[in-house]
């Protein structure tokens, strides 16, 4: 049983929802985000998804696009990003998704890939732009690997593409709130609990809902249909708005606890 099942299982029995925040590896360092990984399982995470910095992240909105570009400066890739998660991985035993694009896992080599994310302690990887019709390949590799693949559901998919999602997916399945790039957002869209009804059809894995979120209420709202709610800009802007000072791991961390519900 993989980690994370592990999680979802022991949040099930508690009857308890997940919290899933999201930092981008290398800002404003990589020192700084060994610190966060650890402040961030201590705040109560349940799974910690840590983006790769990459130049080109069509995915993401702008607060993450900066934290990429802040990365990149020093520069930073995978294969400076696995040490630390091994590093991690001694102290904390709590998951770790890397959230990323495709090309810069390929520095890890086409074949080796799985074996490396295993060794470092990695838990599952989300390839924002490997889509499951095209996939079956790099999955196959990952379950060898035990490496869970975990693919987005997004308002805009079909029956089939959610079917497709099911087939390539374990650990959880991630549910966009709305379609676009990640970024925080005063409310919810209404057809969020719509979606993760419809991905349960195809799937009975745990449902995590991200992009968007970034407020208590928001957080607590999820947990009404959803197994896990993710945040991500609003915690990468609080490291921004501490650049320069020794309160970025501690501020974060509280800012956590806060999305949490526990201050």
């Known amino acids: 049983m993989s980690r994370i099942t592990a999680i ?25 985000t060994e610190d966060l990984l650890v402040a961030l399982a201590d705040a109560g995470a349940d799974i910690i998804e840590l983006g790769v910095p990459f130049s080109d992240p069509m995915a993401d909105g702008p607060v993450i696009q900066r934290a990429s570009e802040r990365a990149l400066q020093r520069p930073v890739g995978v294969r400076d990003i696995l040490p630390l998660v091994e590093r991690f991985r001694r ?5 770790i998704v890397l959230f990323t694009y495709f090309n810069p896992l390929l520095q890890l080599g086409q074949g080796e890939i799985g074996e490396e994310l295993k060794r470092a302690g990695v838990d599952g990887v989300l390839i924002t732009d490997l889509i499951p019709e095209e996939a079956g390949d790099f999955v196959a590799a990952m379950r060898r690997s035990e490496i869970d693949t975990i693919f987005l559901a997004a308002p805009t998919s079909t029956d089939e593409r959610l079917r497709l999602i099911a087939e390539h997916t374990t650990g959880f399945i991630y ?3 709305r379609t676009g790039v990640t970024g925080m957002r005063e409310t919810l869209s209404g057809g969020v609990r719509t979606l993760v009804d419809r991905v349960r059809q195809f799937s009975s894995l745990p449902v995590a809902v991200g992009f968007g979120i970034s407020t208590p209420e928001q957080v607590r709202e999820v947990w009404q249909y959803a197994d896990a709610a993710v945040v991500g800009s609003r915690l990468v802007l609080e490291i921004e708005g501490r650049l320069g000072t020794d309160q970025i791991v501690a501020g974060v961390a509280s800012l956590a606890r806060e999305l949490k519900g526990e201050i």
Do not use: H, N
């Open 175 to 177: 549910v966009l709130a």
């Open 91 to 95: 102290q904390r035993q709590t998951p």
């Open 8 to 32: 979802f299982e022991s949040l099930g029995r508690k009857g308890r929802q997940g919290f899933i925040p999201y930092i981008t590896a290398g800002d404003p360092d990589l020192g700084t």
